[in-house]
């Protein structure tokens, strides 16, 4: 009987060779962005699901309180002295694990002679945290023992790949010797075996808490300022809720925290770490908006491709009639007939399935390289994959069969074998067909105008003055220990002499990043400081010119190489409740104990931070002990010559640190990382829907074209025009695709004016970017269905007419 059913099944398909390939075309395209889709979500939705203990893995994230705004918001740093005091005051934690993290470090290998013998510059993955990491976490080693690796300090453990980079052969690493920025030399006490692609946890050098800068980090009592880049896990006892340890957080911190100060600690289970934007150690996290508009699109998708099978299923409906009716005449029932019906659909999606996976092998490694992601095809032979592939056959067969099964069987067979189909007529189904074009290209123009809006948004990132130069700027991360200062005034004096540079100066941070310190300060000689932070930056007095900022008010700092003035921007002397910018000219700005010096100047707000975000505080001031880049503004004309000059003279300086480099304006584009791969998804999403709407519109077009062959014929006769006819078959056409547009607009509009509300700077969405979509479904779908209308056109009447 099986057997049979797809026998019979098989050779109906091969019979209508182009309508089977296209509903494979269809089918296929639909299920491979499901499985593109699953795969990636299926990807980020496992990380760090592999550690044993991870139901009671929390992160601890300082939450800051704005006194001014009332605003709240998170950051993954915490202050030094909590780690060693909630071990102690908190019982319901079980283990602490401390963890500092440092970007651009500088490695050094040593031979066996102590003597430098490789040099390499790790922009991430270098970090320092206690033995107890590897209680709460498992990460297994090849050599080394977990509980003593990290005991003593100026231990590392090095990833398996990383030893393998600095020793040629992880085996011959365990008791060599690396220095750490050419200061600290650490022995090898440990190879970490590969770390898993699915985990938040991307280290390549491990290094024991309390070596060099990281010694006095566990010993300090400041409770009131955050570190950055130092962050902290806990492991608790089992039954303690995310609320519970939260709570706790809370009364701890307000014991040993100022009156003033309203931050405070909270608690963040593991399973949400990957989802929040506030950052992570692998810089891999998605929103789960993101998963959600994800799901939501392959759902729409597989709606689509289902849509065409029902269109064209239908469409070819007229041609099997006689087949039908046959089959009843000779005993065939309803049931077996959809049964048959199905079988085929069946046939169909296992062929599109095969097509799909083919697709999908070259889409996942495309998709990865896109989201900047280590996807790779061979994640298609996952156990959950299968799964998936099996319901998605069932619920596609189910979906794009179950219709035209009813609509094949339900033929009667005295009008089937005459020729008179039961579709003769019925409207209804008709304007069933017609409601799932509109409702195809209510997506597809949805798509359209969705990515038209975040590509003319990025448009705008990319575009829009930030209020600085930064064309042509390459900054360079130089030693801040103190031999790399000491040298600092020699190496400005030569890179000015290269030909080709044109301003350079020194500083802390550039204009714009989301690495800034923020800090707290004390106005003119007041008794509490200011109910508001500021970012703070140090640089020198070429800062100003090197990248064009523009002063409201006073004048540019002056040579210092410590703190002696500062410039504030607009967004202070806002906050501060000043009016005119001169009035805080030569007012005292104090920072902590020490620092302190005069306003000389303020600057015109520029965007130090990214376009999502509103003019952040600043304070600017000379610290040359605080100054971590090189600025440096070059000739447009011949940037490899005057970089290579630039090399050649850091290796001659610094002959032990690895050179690198970075463009301004390729920092600036980081900040928009997320919303790039999102455009790019959208694109290519935007591109799949409207091409499986255009086979929709061919299966209504085919059903048309059969359907109305006699009229058109009768036209003809009576002297209508093959323009005639074209006009008034795609105007049916036309009016299905306004009214997707009408409906499509406002969903579209909404869900897009809410997209871009996270965004403080952004486009106004007018009327043309609807007006250029229209315009875009209309031409396509017109090019789609000529072929179909011009050849119902151009049909001779006599054979159109003739009823043998």
């Known amino acids: 009987m099986i057997k049979n059913l797809f026998k019979t099944a098989w050779r109906n398909i091969s019979r209508q060779r182009s309508y089977t390939l296209i509903n494979i075309i269809g089918l296929g395209a639909g299920i491979s962005v499901c499985l593109v889709i699953f795969v990636l979500i299926q990807f980020h939705s496992g ?194 809720t995310e609320a519970h340890l939260t709570n706790s957080l809370r009364a701890f911190i307000k014991k040993h925290r100022a009156p003033e100060n309203q931050d405070s600690e909270v608690a963040q289970p593991l399973s949400k770490v990957h989802f929040d934007t506030i950052g992570n150690y692998s810089e891999s996290s998605i929103s789960p908006q993101m998963i959600k508009m994800l799901w939501l699109i392959a759902v729409f998708i597989l709606i689509i491709a289902c849509v065409n099978f029902v269109n064209l299923a239908t469409a ?144 705008y990132f990319n575009n829009t003055s930030m209020g600085f130069a930064k064309d042509a700027i390459v900054n360079v991360p130089f030693p801040a220990d103190s031999v790399g200062i000491s040298k600092l005034d020699y190496l400005k004096k030569r890179i000015t002499d290269i030909n080709g540079v044109q301003e350079l100066s020194l500083s802390s941070n550039v204009p714009a990043g989301e690495d800034a310190n923020w800090t707290m300060f004390t106005f003119e000689n007041a008794v509490k400081p200011v109910d508001f932070y500021s970012i703070i930056k140090f640089a020198d007095a070429e800062y100003l010119p090197s990248y064009k900022l523009q002063l409201a008010a006073g004048r540019n700092l002056a040579p210092s190489d410590t703190v002696k003035e500062f410039l504030v921007n607009e967004a202070v002397v806002q906050k501060l409740g000043i009016r005119d910018p001169k009035d805080v000219l030569n007012k005292q700005i104090k920072l902590g104990k020490f620092a302190k010096g005069v306003i000389v100047g303020v600057l015109k707000n520029y965007h130090n931070r990214s376009f999502k975000e509103d003019y952040a505080p600043l304070l600017l001031t000379t610290f040359k002990n605080q100054y971590q880049i ?81 009229e058109v014929g009768i036209r003809k006769v009576l002297g209508a025009s093959v323009s005639g006819i074209l006009y008034l078959f795609s105007k049916e056409f036309i009016v299905l695709i306004g009214i997707g547009f009408v409906i499509a607009t406002p969903i579209a509009w909404y869900l897009m004016s809410n997209w871009l509300q996270d965004y403080t700077y952004r486009i106004q969405i007018h009327w043309e970017i609807f007006a250029v979509a229209g315009i875009i479904a209309i031409v396509i779908a017109l090019a789609t269905i000529s072929f179909q209308l011009i050849r119902a056109a151009l049909t001779n009447p006599v054979k159109s007419l003739r009823s043998e």
């Open 47 to 240: 990380f760090d699901n592999f550690h044993t203990k991870k139901d009671r893995i929390y992160r601890l994230l300082t939450e800051y309180h704005h006194a001014d705004s009332k605003d709240i918001f998170y950051g993954y740093g915490i202050a030094r002295a909590v780690p060693r005091a909630i071990k102690n005051d908190i019982p319901e934690i079980e283990e602490i694990v401390p963890i500092y993290q440092q970007n651009d470090e500088q490695i050094q290998v040593l031979n066996g002679d102590g003597q430098i013998d490789k040099k390499f510059k790790e922009a991430r993955g270098v970090v320092a945290t206690t033995p107890a990491f590897f209680k709460v976490f498992d990460f297994p080693l090849l050599e080394g023992d977990k509980t003593t690796a990290l005991r003593d300090p100026n231990s590392v453990i090095l990833s398996k790949e990383t030893a393998e980079k600095y020793f040629g052969d992880w085996h011959q690493a365990m008791g060599k010797s690396i220095k750490w920025n050419n200061h600290d030399v650490l022995k090898v006490n440990g190879i970490l075996a590969t770390i898993p692609k699915n985990t938040d946890f991307q280290f390549n050098v491990i290094i024991s808490m309390g070596t060099g800068p990281t010694a006095g980090l566990l010993k300090s009592d400041d409770y009131n300022s955050t570190g950055t880049y130092f962050g902290c896990y806990a492991l608790t006892k089992p039954n303690v």
């Open 316 to 459: 070819q409906a007229v041609n099997r009639a006689k087949e039908v009716g046959i089959r009843k005449v000779l005993g065939g029932n309803r049931g077996q007939l959809q049964v048959q019906f199905l079988t085929e659909t069946f046939v169909i999606v296992l062929l599109s399935l095969v097509l799909a996976g083919g697709i999908s092998m070259l889409a996942i490694p495309a998709v990865g390289k896109i989201m900047q992601l280590p996807l790779t095809a061979g994640m298609l032979l996952q156990i959950k994959v299968a799964v998936f592939v099996v319901v998605l056959a069932i619920v596609v067969t189910l979906l794009a069969g179950f219709y035209p099964s009813l609509v094949l069987s339900g033929f009667n067979p005295i009008n089937a074998l005459k020729s008179k189909t039961a579709l003769k007529g019925n409207t209804k189904g008709i304007s069933l067909r017609h409601a799932l074009v509109v409702f195809q290209f209510i997506i597809a123009q949805g798509l359209i105008i969705c990515t038209l809006i975040i590509v003319k948004q990025m448009n």
């Open 630 to 710: 090189t600025n440096i503004k070059l000739s447009a004309s011949n940037l490899p010559a005057s970089l290579n000059a630039i090399e050649k003279l850091w290796n001659e300086v610094y002959p032990d640190y690895a050179f690198e480099y970075q463009f301004l304006d390729e920092h600036i584009a980081n900040f928009y990382k997320q919303e790039n791969q999102l455009s790019k998804i959208y694109e290519c999403f935007a591109i799949v829907a409207i091409m499986l709407s255009c086979l929709g519109l061919y299966g209504l077009a085919s059903f048309m074209a059969v359907q109305r062959i006699k």
